[in-house]
């Protein structure tokens, strides 16, 4: 199953995040590939992620026979509100060389010419959009208009925020990545600008940020009925509503788990009772 962008670029239906893997990113991202993931999402950031170790595992892979092209590429601009001090660019130059140069440094960890989806990881400010948001969505439109990136996109972004951007940018997202709370219905306000202006959601942190809801009665009657695991649940209810999930699982037994998720089918009924669970 893929999913496919208002640009008309072909998204795989699950991602790989390779958040918080450390020294460990190189193999599991190794073998989330071999088990069968076909995107994989990093930021350029080095708290949080090992870009270049990303990077390594995909030489390893090409050196395989898997090649690049066969992969979903996905990676973040972060600024330096969200860094250390191993900023990969130029912490003192301009927002747009910052982004110009963390783009570079990711091309590079990569070991590609290309990115398939680039985002901007936060919007600087908590509510509306400032100057400093505008100034580094042009740069990435820029990125976009090269060529060098087949999609645009924001992460930990408000509705109204997505909302304005989408009224006012030269060029819209084509993808967003949001923490997906039950409580919020699923981010349910989100998604629906992303149904309206034809927008990839993706859904990040789906069982860390529900683990409550996800022992619920419901599901686990959901989960018996279909003889699935309280996990392939809900990714299965995530794919159902057309959100793109992400998992950031260690072992290869949930790799093969959650991807097995996609085999399995809701009922219309079970999947509006998981999206009204915790309302
Ligand atoms: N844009 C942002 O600001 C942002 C923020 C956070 C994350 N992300 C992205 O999203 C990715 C995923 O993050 P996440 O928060 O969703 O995941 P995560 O924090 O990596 O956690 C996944 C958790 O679910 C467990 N799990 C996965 N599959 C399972 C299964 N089948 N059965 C039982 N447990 C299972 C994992 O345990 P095991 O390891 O034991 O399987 C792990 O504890 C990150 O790696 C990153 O790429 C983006």
């Known amino acids: 199953m893929r999913l496919t962008t208002y640009n008309q670029v072909s998204v795989p239906s699950f991602m ?14 190794q073998l989330a590939v071999e088990s069968g993931f076909t995107a994989i999402d990093a930021a350029n950031q080095l708290i949080h992620y090992q870009e270049a170790l990303v990077g390594a595992a995909l030489q390893s892979l090409a050196q395989k026979g898997i090649q690049r ?8 601009f972060t600024s330096a509100d969200g860094q250390d001090h191993r900023t990969p ?8 060389t910052q982004v110009r140069q963390s783009f570079d440094s990711s091309l590079n960890h990569l070991h590609t010419d290309y990115l398939d989806s680039y985002v901007l990881h936060a919007p600087f400010s908590r509510r509306g959009l400032g100057e400093a948001d505008w100034e580094v969505w042009a740069a990435m439109e820029e990125l976009y208009q ?3 990136t087949k999609m ?23 993808m967003v990545q949001n923490r997906c709370f039950a409580a919020l219905a699923w981010d349910k306000q989100v998604r629906e600008i992303c149904r309206a202006n034809g927008i990839i959601y993706q859904g990040f942190s789906l ?3 529900n683990q409550q809801i996800i022992s619920d009665p419901a599901i686990r009657m959901i989960a018996q009925r279909i003889g699935a695991s309280l996990a392939q649940v809900i990714f299965r209810f995530a794919m ?3 959100m793109l999930p992400l998992t950031g699982t260690t072992r290869e037994q949930h790799m093969k788990e959650d991807l097995a998720a996609e085999q399995f089918l809701l009922t219309d009924d079970e999947v509006q009772r998981i999206e009204m669970i915790a309302l």
């Open 69 to 76: 092209e066969t992969l979903f590429l996905q990676t973040k």
């Open 240 to 242: 159902q509503v057309g």
């Open 207 to 209: 069982l860390t940020a």
């Open 89 to 96: 660019y130029d912490a003192s130059a301009d927002l747009t």
């Open 16 to 29: 790989y995040g390779t958040a918080w893997k450390k020294d460990a990113t190189a193999p599991l991202v």
């Open 146 to 148: 090269s060529g060098k």
């Open 152 to 174: 645009i996109g924001i992460s930990n972004v408000t509705a109204p925020q997505l909302a304005l951007l989408c009224q006012q940018a030269t060029i819209r997202p084509m």
